[in-house]
């Protein structure tokens, strides 16, 4: 049986305020190519399906239309809650649903959702486990010292689970999971709670594949068989230089006496989204003749120029050859705190205004304004000085 694991879908995700659902759409058109191609069964999505709780009505349609063509493939699809989804929501017509092929967990009332599936090495378990906190899990196991620990709750929960070792058994989860105390490795922009949810990766020690959600880079924990496959996008500039994949499981024959994972194989199968996400410095002249050179004007750009000053309309200049620009910084602090003070010698009631701004400038960048600077300072003075002219004019009129 071959399996397609992905997660942290986050549908309606928008990074510095652009909406991603254009690159979704592309990512999961993609997703759906591969299960083809591969002859895939089973399509597992390990939580985090939209990035809010209540997604936007955009949302949910780029997810309806993704599982429409799913079962339009032949697929079966396999999807539990992450901590950015709605449990019920999630769970909506799940009986109608699961008649098509998908199956979406109900809200966790103590015990796991179950899905069996065959192949010509006899059955497979499918446990669909939606992501918990403690609090979800003690009013079910009174006699179980849970207290805040997510590992004795999750451990609790599996062991609660009538698993049979004779088949290949397959977990879903949408956890923090841990092992030899380290934890994996996460992308900026991911919560850190300093170890308060985290999970030992020994609570799975029962499944042959342990098929994780929450992580946003693909990585293995502990062993090959326990993996994130790690979000189909990069969502933060902190990913610029990971690739991202989708984790294509074969689950072979489980023979007597085989180790847990042993019937498991799996490949990395690269993702290659709409839009990269790449990070790119240099001066403002220099990341500009790199519109051609890097073949990549419509990706999106976090720009650090090293100008020693800033430049007038760097970011207008910068999109109309890099469109999907999305932050722009500088890079000259090490000149900044090199630069002697200047002091203010005249007296600021006999200098006019485009003097006082130049030698506050000065004052904090170390340099005087350079002629382009100084003439775009004094017309921008003008305008300004214009505007407050005409409304005092409109109050004393009014007055009268």
Not at 30 to 37: F, G
Request: proline residues 5%; negative net charge; contains cysteine.
């Amino acid at each position: 049986m071959k399996v397609l694991h992905v997660s942290d879908l986050h549908i309606g995700k928008r990074v510095n305020g652009m909406s991603m659902l254009d690159d979704q759409r592309y990512i999961l058109r993609q997703i759906l190519d591969i299960a083809e191609k591969r002859q895939v069964s089973v399509l597992l999505i390990a939580g985090d399906v939209y990035d809010k709780a209540s997604p936007s009505a955009e949302a949910v349609t780029v997810f309806d239309a993704f599982l429409t063509d799913a079962v339009a493939a032949d697929l079966r699809v396999l999807a539990i809650p992450g901590n950015h989804d709605s449990a019920e929501r999630i769970a909506y017509a799940q009986g109608l649903l699961e008649k098509q092929g998908v199956c979406l967990p109900p809200v966790y009332a103590g015990e796991v959702e179950r899905v069996e599936l065959e192949d010509e090495h006899g059955p497979v378990e499918f446990w669909l486990l939606p992501f918990l906190k403690p609090g979800d899990v003690r009013r079910f196991f009174p006699d179980e010292e849970i207290g805040d620990d997510y590992s004795a709750a999750l451990r609790a929960v599996l062991g609660a689970c009538a698993i049979d070792q004779g088949k290949r058994n397959v977990v879903l989860s949408h956890q923090l999971v841990t092992a030899y105390g380290t934890a994996p490795d996460r992308a900026d922009d991911e919560i850190k709670l300093g170890g308060m949810d985290n999970v030992d990766v020994s609570v799975y020690d029962a499944f042959d594949y342990v098929a994780l959600g929450h992580v946003h880079r693909p990585q293995r924990v502990g062993r090959d068989t326990v993996r994130y496959s790690g979000s189909p996008l990069k969502y933060s500039f902190s990913e610029a230089r990971y690739d991202k994949s989708a984790a294509l499981i074969e689950l072979g024959e489980k023979k007597p006496g085989d180790d847990v994972g042993e019937c498991v194989s799996f490949e990395l199968i690269p993702l290659v989204p709409l839009h990269d996400v790449r990070e790119v410095r240099g001066t403002l002249a220099d990341v500009l003749a790199m519109g051609t050179a890097l073949d990549a004007s419509q990706d999106y750009l976090h720009i650090t120029l090293s100008d020693e000053h800033p430049q007038l309309d760097a970011m207008a200049k910068i999109h109309e050859v890099f469109p999907n620009a999305m932050m722009l910084d500088y890079d000259n602090v090490t000149v900044l705190i090199d630069r002697p003070q200047t002091q203010l010698t005249a007296d600021p009631d006999s200098m006019d205004t485009l003097d006082l701004f130049s030698a506050f400038y000065e004052s904090q960048v170390g340099n005087p304004l350079d002629n382009e600077q100084r003439d775009f300072a004094r017309k921008l003075i003008a305008k300004v000085e214009d505007s407050v002219a005409k409304g005092l004019d409109g109050q004393e009129e009014g007055a009268q």
